[in-house]
Protein backbone atom coordinates (compact mmCIF):
# COMPACT_ATOMS: atom_id res chain seq x y z
CA UNK A 1 0.00 0.00 0.00
CA UNK A 2 1.44 3.44 -0.80
CA UNK A 3 0.65 6.06 2.09
CA UNK A 4 2.62 9.72 2.23
CA UNK A 5 4.04 11.51 4.98
CA UNK A 6 0.38 12.53 6.39
CA UNK A 7 -1.26 9.33 6.28
CA UNK A 8 -3.05 9.64 3.28
CA UNK A 9 -3.06 6.08 1.40
CA UNK A 10 -2.69 6.56 -2.55
CA UNK A 11 -4.43 4.17 -5.24
CA UNK A 12 -4.87 6.56 -7.66
CA UNK A 13 -1.89 7.69 -10.66
CA UNK A 14 -2.71 9.80 -13.37
CA UNK A 15 -0.15 9.73 -16.52
CA UNK A 16 0.46 12.42 -18.76
CA UNK A 17 1.30 10.94 -22.20
CA UNK A 18 1.90 14.17 -24.02
CA UNK A 19 2.22 18.12 -22.75
CA UNK A 20 0.75 18.80 -26.47
CA UNK A 21 -2.60 19.93 -27.63
CA UNK A 22 -4.38 21.05 -30.07
CA UNK A 23 -6.24 23.52 -28.10
CA UNK A 24 -5.25 26.66 -26.29
CA UNK A 25 -7.69 27.09 -23.15
CA UNK A 26 -7.13 30.48 -21.80
CA UNK A 27 -6.87 28.76 -18.19
CA UNK A 28 -4.14 26.09 -19.62
CA UNK A 29 -1.65 27.44 -22.45
CA UNK A 30 -3.51 30.20 -24.57
CA UNK A 31 0.00 30.72 -25.59
CA UNK A 32 2.01 27.76 -26.39
CA UNK A 33 3.82 26.55 -28.48
CA UNK A 34 6.70 28.11 -28.42
CA UNK A 35 9.24 25.08 -27.82
CA UNK A 36 7.55 21.48 -26.96
CA UNK A 37 9.48 18.43 -25.33
CA UNK A 38 11.40 17.13 -28.03
CA UNK A 39 9.73 13.68 -28.76
CA UNK A 40 13.15 11.72 -27.52
CA UNK A 41 12.73 13.28 -24.22
CA UNK A 42 9.51 11.55 -23.59
CA UNK A 43 9.15 7.93 -22.19
CA UNK A 44 7.94 5.29 -24.36
CA UNK A 45 4.31 3.78 -24.00
CA UNK A 46 6.79 0.27 -22.87
CA UNK A 47 8.59 2.79 -20.59
CA UNK A 48 5.30 4.49 -18.93
CA UNK A 49 3.88 0.67 -18.73
CA UNK A 50 6.95 -0.93 -16.36
CA UNK A 51 6.38 2.04 -13.93
CA UNK A 52 2.39 1.47 -14.24
CA UNK A 53 2.52 -2.35 -13.71
CA UNK A 54 4.96 -1.73 -10.93
CA UNK A 55 2.51 0.63 -9.31
CA UNK A 56 0.12 -1.32 -9.77
CA UNK A 57 1.73 -3.98 -7.75
CA UNK A 58 2.37 -1.45 -5.34
CA UNK A 59 -1.27 -0.54 -4.62
CA UNK A 60 -2.46 1.30 -7.59
CA UNK A 61 -6.35 0.84 -8.83
CA UNK A 62 -7.30 3.31 -10.66
CA UNK A 63 -4.81 4.98 -13.75
CA UNK A 64 -6.15 7.62 -15.67
CA UNK A 65 -4.62 8.92 -19.12
CA UNK A 66 -4.27 12.37 -19.50
CA UNK A 67 -2.33 15.76 -21.09
CA UNK A 68 -1.65 17.92 -23.08
CA UNK A 69 -4.00 15.80 -25.34
CA UNK A 70 -3.76 12.21 -25.07
CA UNK A 71 -5.41 11.21 -28.38
CA UNK A 72 -2.85 13.29 -30.07
CA UNK A 73 -0.32 10.70 -28.85
CA UNK A 74 -0.11 7.93 -31.70
CA UNK A 75 -0.81 4.20 -30.44
CA UNK A 76 -2.66 5.11 -27.33
CA UNK A 77 -5.57 2.52 -27.93
CA UNK A 78 -2.34 -0.36 -27.95
CA UNK A 79 -1.09 1.00 -24.65
CA UNK A 80 -4.75 1.08 -22.87
CA UNK A 81 -4.45 -2.41 -24.12
CA UNK A 82 -1.18 -3.33 -22.41
CA UNK A 83 -2.68 -2.00 -19.37
CA UNK A 84 -6.19 -3.48 -19.39
CA UNK A 85 -4.30 -6.87 -20.17
CA UNK A 86 -1.61 -6.60 -17.43
CA UNK A 87 -4.75 -5.64 -14.65
CA UNK A 88 -8.50 -5.54 -15.95
CA UNK A 89 -10.13 -4.67 -12.86
CA UNK A 90 -8.14 -1.61 -12.21
CA UNK A 91 -10.53 1.51 -13.35
CA UNK A 92 -8.70 2.47 -16.07
CA UNK A 93 -10.21 5.62 -17.37
CA UNK A 94 -8.90 9.14 -20.15
CA UNK A 95 -9.42 12.90 -19.47
CA UNK A 96 -9.47 14.47 -23.27
CA UNK A 97 -11.08 17.67 -24.87
CA UNK A 98 -13.16 15.51 -26.90
CA UNK A 99 -12.15 17.01 -30.68
CA UNK A 100 -10.39 13.48 -32.04
CA UNK A 101 -13.17 11.07 -30.15
CA UNK A 102 -15.28 10.58 -33.23
CA UNK A 103 -12.65 8.43 -34.48
CA UNK A 104 -11.49 7.27 -31.18
CA UNK A 105 -14.15 6.55 -29.07
CA UNK A 106 -15.04 2.65 -30.16
CA UNK A 107 -11.14 1.37 -30.58
CA UNK A 108 -10.32 2.83 -27.05
CA UNK A 109 -13.64 1.39 -25.40
CA UNK A 110 -12.12 -2.52 -27.10
CA UNK A 111 -8.24 -1.54 -26.26
CA UNK A 112 -10.15 -1.53 -22.33
CA UNK A 113 -11.04 2.08 -21.66
CA UNK A 114 -13.74 1.83 -19.20
CA UNK A 115 -14.33 5.70 -18.31
CA UNK A 116 -13.86 9.33 -19.70
CA UNK A 117 -13.53 12.50 -18.83
CA UNK A 118 -14.58 15.24 -21.25
CA UNK A 119 -13.80 19.15 -21.22
CA UNK A 120 -17.02 20.99 -21.87
CA UNK A 121 -17.04 24.45 -21.16
CA UNK A 122 -19.54 25.63 -23.20
CA UNK A 123 -22.41 24.80 -25.23
CA UNK A 124 -22.26 28.21 -26.73
CA UNK A 125 -20.13 27.60 -30.28
CA UNK A 126 -18.67 30.88 -29.95
CA UNK A 127 -17.61 31.00 -26.19
CA UNK A 128 -16.46 27.05 -27.08
CA UNK A 129 -14.01 28.81 -29.54
CA UNK A 130 -13.28 31.67 -28.07
CA UNK A 131 -11.72 29.67 -24.61
CA UNK A 132 -10.13 26.79 -26.84
CA UNK A 133 -9.11 29.59 -29.75
CA UNK A 134 -10.32 27.37 -31.97
CA UNK A 135 -13.73 26.30 -33.45
CA UNK A 136 -14.37 23.40 -31.61
CA UNK A 137 -18.07 22.95 -30.69
CA UNK A 138 -19.43 20.38 -32.74
CA UNK A 139 -16.28 18.10 -33.41
CA UNK A 140 -16.34 17.63 -29.53
CA UNK A 141 -20.11 17.27 -29.58
CA UNK A 142 -19.56 14.48 -31.84
CA UNK A 143 -16.67 13.04 -29.84
CA UNK A 144 -19.33 12.98 -26.74
CA UNK A 145 -21.77 11.10 -28.71
CA UNK A 146 -19.15 8.69 -30.12
CA UNK A 147 -17.57 8.36 -26.47
CA UNK A 148 -21.49 7.32 -25.44
CA UNK A 149 -22.55 5.12 -28.24
CA UNK A 150 -18.94 3.29 -27.39
CA UNK A 151 -20.81 2.61 -24.16
CA UNK A 152 -18.23 4.84 -22.38
CA UNK A 153 -18.96 5.72 -18.99
CA UNK A 154 -19.02 9.79 -19.54
CA UNK A 155 -18.08 13.09 -17.37
CA UNK A 156 -17.94 16.32 -18.56
CA UNK A 157 -15.22 18.46 -16.75
CA UNK A 158 -16.79 22.64 -17.27
CA UNK A 159 -14.17 25.47 -15.65
CA UNK A 160 -16.20 28.36 -15.44
CA UNK A 161 -14.55 31.53 -16.38
CA UNK A 162 -15.78 34.83 -15.33
CA UNK A 163 -17.14 36.83 -18.05
CA UNK A 164 -17.05 34.33 -20.43
CA UNK A 165 -18.41 31.14 -20.18
CA UNK A 166 -20.24 31.74 -16.45
CA UNK A 167 -23.70 32.30 -18.25
CA UNK A 168 -23.73 29.01 -19.78
CA UNK A 169 -22.91 26.94 -16.65
CA UNK A 170 -26.71 26.06 -16.45
CA UNK A 171 -27.49 25.06 -20.00
CA UNK A 172 -24.11 22.98 -19.68
CA UNK A 173 -25.87 20.63 -16.66
CA UNK A 174 -28.83 20.82 -18.62
CA UNK A 175 -27.15 19.12 -21.63
CA UNK A 176 -25.49 16.62 -18.95
CA UNK A 177 -29.26 15.89 -17.46
CA UNK A 178 -30.49 15.06 -20.34
CA UNK A 179 -27.58 13.22 -21.61
CA UNK A 180 -27.45 11.10 -18.10
CA UNK A 181 -23.45 12.33 -18.11
CA UNK A 182 -22.16 13.19 -14.49
CA UNK A 183 -20.91 16.85 -14.55
CA UNK A 184 -18.18 18.74 -12.68
CA UNK A 185 -17.40 22.09 -12.43
CA UNK A 186 -13.81 22.73 -11.53
CA UNK A 187 -12.62 25.83 -9.88
CA UNK A 188 -9.94 27.66 -11.93
CA UNK A 189 -6.59 27.13 -10.53
CA UNK A 190 -4.65 30.17 -11.16
CA UNK A 191 -1.22 29.54 -12.35
CA UNK A 192 1.23 31.48 -14.42
CA UNK A 193 0.35 29.96 -17.84
CA UNK A 194 -2.60 30.64 -17.87
CA UNK A 195 -4.01 33.96 -20.11
CA UNK A 196 -3.55 37.18 -17.65
CA UNK A 197 -6.28 38.43 -15.74
CA UNK A 198 -8.20 35.14 -16.28
CA UNK A 199 -10.55 35.28 -13.27
CA UNK A 200 -12.35 31.74 -12.13
CA UNK A 201 -15.77 31.05 -10.59
CA UNK A 202 -15.47 30.03 -7.14
CA UNK A 203 -17.76 27.66 -5.47
CA UNK A 204 -20.40 29.77 -4.00
CA UNK A 205 -20.41 31.65 -7.67
CA UNK A 206 -20.98 28.29 -9.93
CA UNK A 207 -23.57 27.25 -7.10
CA UNK A 208 -25.41 30.87 -6.97
CA UNK A 209 -26.07 30.17 -11.12
CA UNK A 210 -26.92 26.95 -10.53
CA UNK A 211 -29.79 28.07 -8.19
CA UNK A 212 -31.45 31.10 -10.52
CA UNK A 213 -32.51 27.94 -12.48
CA UNK A 214 -32.77 24.94 -9.26
CA UNK A 215 -33.04 27.04 -6.55
CA UNK A 216 -33.60 23.76 -4.16
CA UNK A 217 -30.42 21.57 -4.51
CA UNK A 218 -28.65 20.05 -1.27
CA UNK A 219 -25.48 18.97 -0.47
CA UNK A 220 -24.49 15.18 -1.25
CA UNK A 221 -22.69 13.79 2.21
CA UNK A 222 -18.73 13.46 0.73
CA UNK A 223 -17.26 10.68 -0.70
CA UNK A 224 -13.67 11.18 0.17
CA UNK A 225 -12.49 9.03 -2.79
CA UNK A 226 -14.13 11.66 -5.45
CA UNK A 227 -12.37 15.39 -6.10
CA UNK A 228 -15.74 16.73 -6.03
CA UNK A 229 -18.57 17.80 -3.42
CA UNK A 230 -21.88 16.38 -5.19
CA UNK A 231 -24.96 18.25 -5.04
CA UNK A 232 -27.92 16.85 -5.84
CA UNK A 233 -31.16 18.53 -7.55
CA UNK A 234 -34.95 17.82 -6.41
CA UNK A 235 -35.24 15.34 -9.60
CA UNK A 236 -32.23 13.14 -7.82
CA UNK A 237 -29.54 14.57 -10.61
CA UNK A 238 -26.02 15.29 -9.10
CA UNK A 239 -23.46 17.61 -9.58
CA UNK A 240 -20.34 18.23 -8.27
CA UNK A 241 -18.21 21.25 -7.85
CA UNK A 242 -14.37 20.36 -7.62
CA UNK A 243 -13.13 23.08 -5.18
CA UNK A 244 -9.55 23.04 -4.75
CA UNK A 245 -9.39 27.02 -3.34
CA UNK A 246 -11.22 25.02 -0.17
CA UNK A 247 -8.69 24.69 2.95
CA UNK A 248 -9.62 20.76 3.30
CA UNK A 249 -9.17 19.67 -0.29
CA UNK A 250 -6.37 18.17 0.06
CA UNK A 251 -7.14 16.11 3.55
CA UNK A 252 -8.14 13.41 1.02
CA UNK A 253 -6.05 13.16 -1.87
CA UNK A 254 -4.91 9.83 -3.15
CA UNK A 255 -3.27 10.42 -6.26
CA UNK A 256 0.22 10.73 -7.40
CA UNK A 257 1.18 12.11 -11.57
CA UNK A 258 3.42 10.94 -13.98
CA UNK A 259 4.57 13.33 -16.87
CA UNK A 260 5.02 12.23 -20.33
CA UNK A 261 8.73 12.76 -19.54
CA UNK A 262 9.03 10.67 -16.39
CA UNK A 263 8.60 13.04 -13.72
CA UNK A 264 6.51 11.66 -10.79
CA UNK A 265 4.57 14.97 -9.24
CA UNK A 266 3.53 14.87 -5.87
CA UNK A 267 1.02 18.01 -5.60
CA UNK A 268 -0.48 19.89 -8.93
CA UNK A 269 0.40 23.37 -7.16
CA UNK A 270 4.19 22.43 -6.74
CA UNK A 271 7.23 22.36 -8.97
CA UNK A 272 8.23 19.36 -6.57
CA UNK A 273 9.23 16.00 -8.49
CA UNK A 274 11.40 13.53 -9.46
CA UNK A 275 12.39 11.54 -12.41
CA UNK A 276 11.65 7.92 -13.22
CA UNK A 277 13.26 8.10 -16.52
CA UNK A 278 16.77 6.52 -16.04
CA UNK A 279 15.48 3.73 -13.51
CA UNK A 280 13.07 2.47 -15.95
CA UNK A 281 14.84 2.88 -19.12
CA UNK A 282 17.27 1.28 -17.12
CA UNK A 283 14.91 -1.39 -16.05
CA UNK A 284 16.21 -0.74 -12.51
CA UNK A 285 12.05 -0.73 -11.78
CA UNK A 286 12.77 -1.64 -7.45
CA UNK A 287 14.60 2.23 -8.17
CA UNK A 288 11.76 3.76 -9.98
CA UNK A 289 9.40 2.33 -6.98
CA UNK A 290 11.51 3.57 -4.20
CA UNK A 291 11.59 7.32 -6.16
CA UNK A 292 7.87 6.56 -5.85
CA UNK A 293 8.07 6.47 -2.14
CA UNK A 294 10.03 8.97 -1.80
CA UNK A 295 8.14 11.55 -3.48
CA UNK A 296 4.91 10.38 -1.42
CA UNK A 297 6.67 11.08 1.73
CA UNK A 298 8.19 14.25 0.94
CA UNK A 299 4.28 15.41 -0.87
CA UNK A 300 2.66 18.45 0.55
CA UNK A 301 0.21 18.61 2.84
CA UNK A 302 -1.91 20.93 0.96
CA UNK A 303 -2.08 23.31 -1.87
CA UNK A 304 -1.76 26.94 -2.00
CA UNK A 305 -4.59 28.36 -3.70
CA UNK A 306 -6.86 29.33 -1.18
CA UNK A 307 -10.41 31.11 -0.85
CA UNK A 308 -9.06 34.04 1.57
CA UNK A 309 -8.29 36.71 -1.24
CA UNK A 310 -4.88 38.19 -0.10
CA UNK A 311 -3.48 34.76 0.67
CA UNK A 312 -5.00 33.27 -3.18
CA UNK A 313 -1.51 32.44 -4.88
CA UNK A 314 -0.17 32.12 -8.25
CA UNK A 315 1.21 28.41 -9.24
CA UNK A 316 4.10 28.04 -11.56
CA UNK A 317 2.99 24.65 -12.75
CA UNK A 318 1.44 23.73 -16.36
CA UNK A 319 -1.55 22.10 -16.46
CA UNK A 320 -0.50 20.66 -19.78
CA UNK A 321 2.34 19.14 -18.53
CA UNK A 322 0.82 17.62 -15.00
CA UNK A 323 -2.23 16.33 -16.41
CA UNK A 324 -4.62 18.31 -14.20
N1 LIG B 1 -6.65 18.03 -22.79
C1 LIG B 1 -7.48 17.26 -21.92
C2 LIG B 1 -8.67 18.05 -21.45
O1 LIG B 1 -8.67 19.26 -21.61
O2 LIG B 1 -9.59 17.44 -20.91
C3 LIG B 1 -6.72 16.68 -20.73
C4 LIG B 1 -5.72 17.54 -20.05
S1 LIG B 1 -6.39 18.93 -19.18
C5 LIG B 1 -4.92 19.65 -18.50
C6 LIG B 1 -7.16 18.12 -17.81
C7 LIG B 1 -8.22 18.94 -17.09
O3 LIG B 1 -7.61 20.05 -16.50
C8 LIG B 1 -9.33 19.48 -18.00
O4 LIG B 1 -10.58 19.13 -17.47
C9 LIG B 1 -9.14 20.96 -17.94
O5 LIG B 1 -10.35 21.64 -18.05
C10 LIG B 1 -8.50 21.14 -16.57
N2 LIG B 1 -7.75 22.38 -16.41
C11 LIG B 1 -6.76 22.86 -17.19
N3 LIG B 1 -6.27 24.03 -16.70
C12 LIG B 1 -7.00 24.28 -15.57
C13 LIG B 1 -6.97 25.32 -14.60
N4 LIG B 1 -6.12 26.32 -14.68
N5 LIG B 1 -7.82 25.25 -13.56
C14 LIG B 1 -8.70 24.22 -13.45
N6 LIG B 1 -8.76 23.20 -14.33
C15 LIG B 1 -7.93 23.23 -15.37
FE1 LIG C 1 -5.36 21.39 -24.11
FE2 LIG C 1 -6.74 20.31 -22.15
FE3 LIG C 1 -5.06 22.36 -21.68
FE4 LIG C 1 -7.30 22.79 -23.04
S1 LIG C 1 -7.15 22.10 -20.91
S2 LIG C 1 -5.26 23.53 -23.61
S3 LIG C 1 -7.57 20.94 -24.15
S4 LIG C 1 -4.49 20.34 -22.30
Keep these: MLIDGFGRKHDYLRVSVTERCNFRCQYCMPE ?7 KENLLSYEDLFKFIKASIDEGIKKVRITGGEPL ?7 FIKMIYDYKNDIDLALTTNGFLLPNAAQKLKDAGLKRINISLDSLNAATAAKIAQKDVLETVLEGIQAAADAGLKIKINCVPIKGINDVDLVEV ?15 FMENNHAKDGAKGLN ?4 KAIIATKYPNFKMVPRDNSSPAQYYELEDGFQFGIIEPHKDDFCA ?3 RIRLTAEGFLIPCLYFEDAMSIKDAVRSNNIDEAVAILKKVLAGKPEKNKWSNKKDDNEISTRAFYQTGG
Excluded: M, T
Design 32 to 38: KPFSWVP
Design 203 to 206: SDEI
Design 72 to 78: LREGLEQ
Design 252 to 254: ACN
Design 173 to 187: LDFCKSKGYVVRFIE
